[in-house]
Nanobody
Protein backbone atom coordinates (compact mmCIF):
# COMPACT_ATOMS: atom_id res chain seq x y z
CA UNK A 1 0.00 0.00 0.00
CA UNK A 2 1.13 3.51 -0.74
CA UNK A 3 1.77 6.00 2.03
CA UNK A 4 1.80 9.70 1.34
CA UNK A 5 3.17 12.44 3.56
CA UNK A 6 2.72 16.12 2.78
CA UNK A 7 4.87 18.97 4.01
CA UNK A 8 5.67 22.58 3.20
CA UNK A 9 2.54 24.34 4.32
CA UNK A 10 2.66 27.54 6.31
CA UNK A 11 1.41 31.09 6.64
CA UNK A 12 2.14 33.69 3.99
CA UNK A 13 0.83 37.05 2.94
CA UNK A 14 -1.12 37.53 -0.24
CA UNK A 15 1.19 37.49 -3.23
CA UNK A 16 3.61 35.14 -1.54
CA UNK A 17 4.75 31.66 -2.53
CA UNK A 18 4.99 28.21 -1.01
CA UNK A 19 6.15 24.84 -2.29
CA UNK A 20 4.39 21.78 -1.01
CA UNK A 21 6.02 18.37 -1.07
CA UNK A 22 4.50 14.91 -0.96
CA UNK A 23 6.78 11.99 -0.18
CA UNK A 24 5.44 8.66 -1.40
CA UNK A 25 6.39 5.19 -0.26
CA UNK A 26 5.03 1.83 -1.24
CA UNK A 27 3.45 0.66 -4.48
CA UNK A 28 1.40 3.20 -6.42
CA UNK A 29 -0.82 1.39 -8.88
CA UNK A 30 -2.59 4.52 -10.03
CA UNK A 31 -0.62 6.27 -12.72
CA UNK A 32 -1.91 9.70 -11.74
CA UNK A 33 -1.21 11.71 -8.63
CA UNK A 34 -2.21 15.17 -7.64
CA UNK A 35 -3.27 17.67 -5.04
CA UNK A 36 -6.63 18.61 -3.66
CA UNK A 37 -7.59 21.09 -0.97
CA UNK A 38 -10.34 21.63 1.51
CA UNK A 39 -11.14 24.91 3.18
CA UNK A 40 -13.17 25.04 6.40
CA UNK A 41 -16.84 24.54 5.66
CA UNK A 42 -16.26 23.89 1.98
CA UNK A 43 -16.17 20.88 -0.29
CA UNK A 44 -12.94 19.32 -1.44
CA UNK A 45 -11.50 20.87 -4.58
CA UNK A 46 -9.20 19.16 -7.03
CA UNK A 47 -6.26 21.49 -7.67
CA UNK A 48 -3.75 19.79 -9.97
CA UNK A 49 -2.71 16.36 -11.18
CA UNK A 50 -0.09 14.74 -13.37
CA UNK A 51 0.74 11.40 -14.88
CA UNK A 52 3.62 9.69 -13.12
CA UNK A 53 6.66 9.52 -15.36
CA UNK A 54 4.98 11.59 -18.04
CA UNK A 55 4.33 15.18 -18.98
CA UNK A 56 0.54 15.52 -18.88
CA UNK A 57 -0.72 17.90 -16.23
CA UNK A 58 -4.14 19.18 -15.25
CA UNK A 59 -5.07 22.29 -13.30
CA UNK A 60 -8.20 23.78 -11.84
CA UNK A 61 -9.12 27.08 -13.45
CA UNK A 62 -8.73 28.78 -10.08
CA UNK A 63 -4.99 28.02 -9.95
CA UNK A 64 -3.94 28.01 -13.60
CA UNK A 65 -0.94 30.24 -14.19
CA UNK A 66 -0.17 30.40 -10.46
CA UNK A 67 0.41 26.79 -9.37
CA UNK A 68 2.75 24.24 -10.92
CA UNK A 69 2.69 20.53 -10.20
CA UNK A 70 5.85 18.50 -10.72
CA UNK A 71 7.50 15.26 -9.73
CA UNK A 72 10.92 13.91 -8.86
CA UNK A 73 10.80 10.23 -9.68
CA UNK A 74 14.20 9.55 -8.12
CA UNK A 75 12.93 10.87 -4.81
CA UNK A 76 9.37 9.54 -5.16
CA UNK A 77 8.18 13.04 -4.40
CA UNK A 78 5.39 15.16 -5.77
CA UNK A 79 5.52 18.95 -5.57
CA UNK A 80 3.12 21.85 -5.83
CA UNK A 81 4.71 25.23 -6.39
CA UNK A 82 2.21 27.90 -5.44
CA UNK A 83 2.84 31.49 -6.48
CA UNK A 84 0.75 34.65 -6.19
CA UNK A 85 -1.16 33.11 -3.31
CA UNK A 86 -4.46 34.68 -2.38
CA UNK A 87 -6.59 34.44 0.77
CA UNK A 88 -9.00 32.17 -1.09
CA UNK A 89 -6.17 29.63 -1.41
CA UNK A 90 -6.27 29.09 2.34
CA UNK A 91 -7.02 25.43 2.94
CA UNK A 92 -5.65 22.09 3.99
CA UNK A 93 -3.79 20.64 1.04
CA UNK A 94 -3.57 16.91 0.42
CA UNK A 95 -1.77 14.82 -2.14
CA UNK A 96 -3.55 11.76 -3.44
CA UNK A 97 -3.44 8.94 -5.96
CA UNK A 98 -6.32 8.20 -8.33
CA UNK A 99 -7.05 7.34 -11.93
CA UNK A 100 -6.94 9.89 -14.72
CA UNK A 101 -10.73 9.80 -15.00
CA UNK A 102 -11.19 10.57 -11.33
CA UNK A 103 -8.65 13.40 -11.37
CA UNK A 104 -10.12 15.07 -14.45
CA UNK A 105 -13.58 14.78 -12.97
CA UNK A 106 -12.37 16.10 -9.64
CA UNK A 107 -10.51 19.09 -11.12
CA UNK A 108 -13.32 20.05 -13.50
CA UNK A 109 -15.87 19.52 -10.72
CA UNK A 110 -17.84 17.02 -12.77
CA UNK A 111 -17.34 14.44 -10.04
CA UNK A 112 -18.57 15.39 -6.58
CA UNK A 113 -17.00 12.38 -4.90
CA UNK A 114 -14.01 11.11 -6.83
CA UNK A 115 -12.54 7.76 -5.89
CA UNK A 116 -9.16 8.43 -4.30
CA UNK A 117 -7.03 5.40 -3.58
CA UNK A 118 -4.67 7.04 -1.12
CA UNK A 119 -4.06 10.40 0.46
CA UNK A 120 -1.92 11.90 3.17
CA UNK A 121 -2.66 13.73 6.40
CA UNK A 122 -2.52 17.13 4.71
CA UNK A 123 -0.55 20.32 5.18
CA UNK A 124 -2.16 23.64 6.10
CA UNK A 125 -1.75 26.72 3.93
CA UNK A 126 -2.90 30.05 5.33
CA UNK A 127 -2.80 33.19 3.21
CA UNK A 128 -3.47 36.52 4.86
CA UNK A 129 -4.52 39.69 3.06
Amino acid sequence: QVQLRESGGGSVQAGGSLRLSCAASGYIYNSYMGWFRQAPGKEREGVAALVLGGSSTYYADSVKGRFTISQDNAKNTLYLQMNSLQPEDTAMYYCAAASEREWIGFITRILDKPVLHAWGQGTLVTVSS
